[in-house]
């Protein structure tokens, strides 16, 4: 599996963000082509200290040339280019394999 993480800053009208996340951006995250599984949230705290990032948005691909894929579809062209309507704080884009474990 392959993860793609965004982190988003806080942003200037932290409302505006959530109602725009939730009523226009997420329904064009949903039709990216090879996107398996996502989640996100609002609720993001640090162990110590003030959390870094207001949000936090997690995509499962089956692998990078997937993910890569469905970030050059013209759907994910049009989730990259709607990132500049409500991230007015900035967000950073991370991506990596992941690896399986067991305790």
Do not use: C
Request: glycine content about 8%.
């Amino acid at each position: 599996m392959h993860k793609l993480v965004v982190l988003y800053s806080k942003p200037a009208d932290p409302d505006h963000f959530r109602d725009y996340y939730v009523t226009n951006h997420l329904p064009l995250v949903m039709n990216m082509p090879g996107l398996l599984a996502w989640r996100y949230s609002f609720d993001v705290a640090a162990t110590k200290g003030e959390a870094p990032y207001f949000a936090v948005f997690e995509g499962d691909f089956a692998d990078a040339a997937a993910m890569a894929a469905g970030r050059a579809s013209p759907q994910g062209q049009r989730v990259a280019a709607d990132v500049a309507n409500y991230a007015t704080g900035g967000a950073v884009i991370i991506h990596y394999p992941v690896q399986d474990g067991t305790g």
